[in-house]
């Protein structure tokens, strides 16, 4: 059971926990604050966290269900009241309610939005009152989830996850100063998440990991994609990765790529058949070809072990959106258990050391 | 029963059938030529079908299914042939074989290819011998299916649906004389269908219809991308179309748009909840802006009603990859019963009386 993986956590793990983050709507609470974004900028450590919060409890029998809803043009949170004897809905999930006809989610219990934190040492994190950005317009409604911010020259660029009835979809923003923000709007249509932009061209393109979710052919797993502008893309195919028990029944990006000296280090999802264990791995791709995959973990790098990550809100979780090399050291930045945030350093000789080459 | 529709078929239906088509794979049996892309050239009228064709028959108590395989670098059809009574999977379905564990189809029970026809009269077809385009990658090792034609200029970009283990994608192809093709790979990731590049930049920018499958949240229907080159999509957006009865299920994109004076006009497909009946609407989308839904049919203006379309391989389907106008009149050819093409002739102004502006 316990395997040595390359990836030490911090001993102040959990670094932020929900108690840390002030709601965002009067009355809600705070739920997860988890699966935050990494950067270095202006000497500290920035995590933006996706943060999750429900609305006040409904009275026994009902449930209450955060929405966004357009009022004179502008777009805040609402509360919705559904009884839980309405035949049309299932309840049994407890992140979101089905509607039996047309069987598909049709409302999330709780609304997520990023939230930024900053730390000196990148252990002590001071969490913001206030949201950097929150879901404020139709293809948010659902909220905005799972930021990876990939810093080009002097610009970081945040995709996340833009959530509504439309669907899951993939939008990306740009700031300067983590205080002012664009958006630019969906980069990939429903159903996608966990997209992971490289910081640099590649062959004269920007390039991403993609991660496109089938409905009858396929499966849920790691594609790439290139682009001459960041905001429209093509070149589809899936990423040739090997898998493993790990990861068999699906994987997607994690971490924004890493350049390293023998290409780039890629830290990834996967959860596994037997267990839906979300599990962090490794894998190295060409740096000039980022379909070439070099070199890969056929272990976890990481996997859910400590009690913060056995035990929240979806056990059995360690999901990083985002890290960094420092003093050839790795820095992961990672949820845990769909609830807080953990840190785990390796030592940059010691993953590569975890990684084999693919056999084909 | 028998509502009236501005559609009005031709005499000579269907004007294609499978026994006109000889088949790619020596001793398959060609079981579908439809969804046919339409374009005008030389004088012509050229269609892209659709040609769906099966192995031999395996023995009793087995089924034999078609793949892409590669071989020395090239891909050809090889034929698999599986056990009924293997547990792994379900046959229930005549079109797709289901993976029990996966939960996803594994094999196609045919391989499609686009063939071309050609007819002086645009409805007296002769087929070609070979297929113009065949699978020959790994993203079509499932077979390649329902081409949309776009002019653009001297340039005929073919977008046609990529199927393979990977997945339900959309590819584009370009030839300027219906001989030479080129393709250009994948430019919408799974799962991506119905897709329809309109034949104008507006706003500076190529638009398409298309068509996400989601897997969680939303439903299966129309949405608007753009892109600076045809081959890289973003700025995606959910068309704002009213739906009815008779599209409540799904819909998507059908014949390329064509433009017209009072803006583009969409004819595209729908199938209700009731029967999963696919029928032929129509929209109008302001010229400057396809973002913007002028009007829209509340019936639909082709529904299966002849023989040909409510038997077939698929009952109950009439479904559109192409149309043009000629003299005032929407030449709309179709797919009927996922077996057999035909044409149905609408004067615009009767078409354009059977829509409504949206009530919103």
Redesign the interface.
């Known amino acids: 059971m316990n395997k040595k993986t390359p990836f030490i956590r911090a001993e102040e793990n959990p670094l932020v926990t929900p108690d840390m983050v002030k709601p965002w709507q009067k009355g809600f609470q705070v739920v997860c604050t988890f699966n935050a974004g990494v950067a270095q900028y202006g000497g500290e450590v920035l995590l933006l966290l996706r943060t999750a919060e429900k609305p006040p409890q409904a009275p026994e029998g009902f449930v209450n269900v955060p929405e966004l809803i357009q009022e004179h043009g502008n777009w805040r949170v609402a509360v919705r009241t559904l009884s839980l004897s309405d035949p049309r809905y299932d309840f049994s999930d407890p992140r979101?309610i089905l509607d039996r006809e047309?069987g598909?989610?049709?409302f999330l219990t709780s609304i997520s939005h990023l939230r930024l934190a900053r730390s000196r040492d990148g252990v002590h994190f001071t969490v913001e009152d206030q949201p950097f950005m929150a879901p404020d317009c139709e293809?948010e409604a659902?909220g905005a989830e799972d930021a990876r911010i990939t810093q080009i020259g002097d610009t970081y660029f945040i995709n996340y996850t833009a959530?509504?009835?439309?669907?899951?979809?993939t939008a990306l923003a740009e700031t300067k100063d983590f205080v002012r923000v664009r958006k630019h709007?969906?980069?990939?249509?429903?159903?996608?998440r966990d997209v992971c932009i490289f910081p640099q061209k590649i062959q004269g393109k920007y390039w991403a990991l993609?991660r496109?979710?089938?409905?009858?052919?396929?499966?849920a797993k790691i594609?790439l994609?290139?682009?001459?502008?960041l905001?429209?893309?093509?070149?589809?195919?899936?990423l040739n990765l090997p898998r493993f028990s790990w990861d068999g029944a699906r994987n997607g990006g994690g971490a924004v790529p890493i350049p390293v000296e023998s290409g780039w280090l890629v830290l990834y999802h996967g959860a596994d058949r037997a267990s839906n264990r979300y599990s962090m791995g490794a894998a190295l791709l060409a740096k000039d070809d980022p379909a070439r995959v070099l070199a890969v973990s056929p272990e976890p790098v990481l996997f859910a072990e400590a009690e913060y990550e056995t035990k929240g809100f979806y056990p059995n979780v360690v999901f990083s959106c985002g890290a960094f090399l420092r003093d050839n050291e790795v820095h992961m930045y990672y949820g845990a258990a769909d609830r807080v945030m953990g840190l785990a350093r390796a030592k940059l000789a010691d993953l590569m050391s975890a990684l084999r080459p693919p056999v084909q």
Chains 1, 2 share one sequence.
């Open positions: 979101k047309k598909n989610y049709v293809m659902f959530v509504s009835p439309h669907g899951i979809t709007g969906v980069i990939f249509q429903t159903e996608a993609t496109p979710v089938p409905r009858q052919i396929g499966e594609w994609a290139a682009s001459p502008d905001l429209h893309w093509g070149e589809f195919r899936p």
